[in-house]
């Protein structure tokens, strides 16, 4: 086997994508006898599962060919109430508890271009920090907006509060944005309380490896 890799993994809940590198650079390092340089292609939040694509050896270097591709995600959501970071770790506040029937229409809305602004809890940066350390500082700061491709919304399963949906999407989508935006659009709040991303590109979890 050799230590230049790219290594499909199927995350669980609960650990960092950060921490999934560290077992695996250890594995690795192991096995080689040597250390062994790891890297991920992109992250998912400590709560969410799913596909992540991490390279090894000389494949760190093609990070860049990974980190445009598509994905695809099932999220489920809990309308009427919001998260001061979107999921369930945050501080949950409840809205609002009326139902509605016509989910569907408002899924619409959200598909082709649209604006998104990232959340304040994420790995992106603000003058070479972190924007979720900053946060937890309690510093105010701005992140600007961006526009992302959402290609399709499909609802898998609905049975209030509770609002499951696979979203196909472009590269620097986040689906706990998306999931308050609708919330804000159904006019109750909504947060994610669980993100399982399926594909990324044409690489699939079904190929991933438990760590």
């Known amino acids: 086997m ?3 890799q790219i ?3 199927d995350k669980p809940a609960g650990i960092s994508s950060f921490g999934v590198v560290a077992k695996v650079r250890r594995r690795l390092t192991k096995e080689f006898g040597h250390k062994v340089k790891v890297g991920h292609t992109g992250t998912l939040d ?4 799913g596909l992540l694509i991490l390279l090894s050896g000389k494949y ?3 990070s860049g060919d990974f980190l445009k591709l598509d994905k695809v995600y099932e999220a489920t ?5 919001v998260s001061s970071t979107g999921d369930p770790e945050g501080e949950i506040t409840k809205v609002a ?5 016509e989910i569907s229409t408002f899924l619409n809305t959200f598909t082709g271009t649209i604006t998104q602004t990232p959340p304040r809890y994420s790995a992106i940066k603000i003058n070479g920090q972190r924007a979720y350390k900053l946060a937890r500082q309690g510093k105010t700061f701005d992140i600007p907006s ?3 491709e959402i290609y399709s919304i499909e609802i898998l399963h609905y049975d209030y509060p509770y ?4 979203v196909h999407c472009s590269s620097g989508t986040y689906i706990r944005t998306l999931a308050e935006d609708i919330g804000k659009a159904l006019g109750t709040g909504a947060y994610l309380t669980a993100l399982r991303r399926l594909q990324i590109g044409e690489y699939t979890v079904a190929n991933a490896k438990k760590i």
Not at 97 to 101: A, Q
Request: charged content about 25%; glycine content about 4%; overall charge positive.
């Open 2 to 4: 050799s230590e230049d």
């Open 7 to 9: 290594i499909l993994i």
């Open 46 to 49: 400590p709560f969410a599962t």
């Open 60 to 62: 760190t270097k093609k």
């Open 77 to 81: 959501m809990k309308l009427g109430y």
């Open 97 to 101: 508890s009326s139902k509605h029937s």
């Open 146 to 148: 961006r526009q992302v």
């Open 163 to 166: 609002l499951t949906i696979r």
